[in-house]
């Protein structure tokens, strides 16, 4: 099992920018691709981005996608999510997540540790 903890968000006005990055321990980060998500109040968790085990894929949101950048650091075992230009509707919790090899890199029942989150607030 793979324990994470997200970190960055926080409170930024549209146009922003803000990191947010994820710490793993437990097993074997490299193990893993891992993805982040994000739930807002009322709505369902949506997909942003996901990498692979060792950097080389990426997959985006067509909601993020030239906003949005996912990478990571095996040697530091995170996974960090830059987010440039932000907008309100970016505000949510967001979370990271590894992913299960195998499924599909877009969909929450693909992954299966979780964080517990950290909330991005994106103000006009």
């Known amino acids: 099992q793979v324990h994470l903890v997200e970190s960055g968000g926080g409170l930024a006005q549209a146009g922003d920018s803000l990191r947010l990055s994820c710490a793993a321990s437990g097993r074997t980060f490299t193990l893993y691709s891992m993805g982040w998500f994000r739930q807002a109040p009322g709505k369902e968790r949506e997909f942003l981005a996901a990498i692979s085990w060792g950097g080389g ?35 949510a919790v967001y979370y990271c997540a590894t992913r299960i090899v195998g499924s599909g890199w877009n969909v929450g029942y693909g992954y299966g540790s979780w964080g517990q989150g950290t909330q991005v607030t994106v103000s006009s």
């Open 57 to 91: 894929v990426t997959h985006y949101a067509d909601s993020v996608k030239g906003r949005f950048t996912i990478s990571r650091d095996n040697v530091k075992s995170t996974v960090d999510l830059q987010m440039n230009n932000l907008k309100t509707e970016d505000t």
